[in-house]
């Protein structure tokens, strides 16, 4: 059974860059059948797609976010990451590393999630 767990900042300050890494364990991340994606959620609003990628290399940024995020994957440690710059307090969240199934069209495993916190 795959776990996905985020680890990095719980407090970042604004213009700074957050960076999470989630360790992937009970499966491979060079699975061709799966994306990892970053997904967060702020205070009182809904999940927001940051972002996936595939071994491969084909990555996906949500429009909005696309110039400050850079997601790699290291297969070596089965770990991907998530770079955000230029951060401010509306970055502030609960960030999500999750596996999205291209066989179900949907995730299938999550981490628990990790609030990180914009603020000087």
């Not at 970042?12 to 957050?18: D, G, I, N, R």
């Amino acid at each position: 059974q795959v776990q996905l767990q985020e680890s990095g900042p719980g407090l970042v300050k604004p213009s700074q860059t957050l960076s999470l890494t989630c360790t992937v364990s009970g499966g491979s991340i060079s699975n061709n059948d799966y994306l990892w994606a970053w997904i967060r959620q702020p205070p009182g609003k809904g999940l927001e797609w940051i972002g996936d990628m595939h071994h491969t290399g084909s990555t996906y940024y949500y429009p909005p976010l696309k110039s400050r995020t850079s997601i790699s994957l290291d297969a070596s440690k089965n770990q991907f990451t998530l770079q955000l710059i230029s951060v401010t307090p509306e970055d502030t969240a609960v960030y999500y590393c999750a596996r999205y199934s291209g066989d179900l069209g949907a995730l299938d495993a999550w981490g628990q999630g990790t609030l990180v916190t914009v603020s000087s």
